[in-house]
């Protein structure tokens, strides 16, 4: 890999939320024209019934020209949520006694079908 191609990789600053088995990475890269551009990956863990773990990954690529436009919508979409649902978090996944039940057949099927894109490959 080139010295270039390494340095469009670099992070020039970074945040993280940790929000259970979720992460967010917030980080901020450079172009190759030397322009900013925003990335958000979701990182979720998963654990095997045999206690074993793995990590799914998505990601957002943000670039300046949508920040306006992604800003706007973010706060009208959370508004809505937050005035419809209020803040109490309701999902039954975040009650304290929650047990995943497992079914083999239900994760082969999501495993097939999520497909992992890197922006690299578009």
Excluded: C, P, W
């Excluded at 322009?35 to 979720?44: Q, V």
């Excluded at 975040?94 to 047990?99: A, L, M, W």
């Amino acid at each position: 890999m080139r010295e270039n191609d390494m340095l469009e990789k670099e992070e020039i600053f970074s945040k993280v939320l940790r929000a259970g088995r979720r992460t967010y990475f917030f980080d901020v890269r450079a172009t190759k024209a030397d322009d900013y551009y925003i990335t958000i990956t979701e990182s979720k863990k998963f654990t095997e019934e045999d206690g074993s773990f793995h990590f799914k990954k998505h990601k957002i690529y943000l670039y300046k020209e949508d920040f306006s436009s992604f800003a706007e919508i973010l706060e009208e979409m959370t508004s809505y949520v937050l005035n419809h649902k209020g803040e109490e978090v309701i999902s039954e996944r975040h009650q304290k006694d929650f047990k995943k039940e497992y079914s083999s057949d239900k994760t082969e099927e999501h495993r097939s079908s999520f497909t992992d894109i890197d922006f690299d490959d578009i």
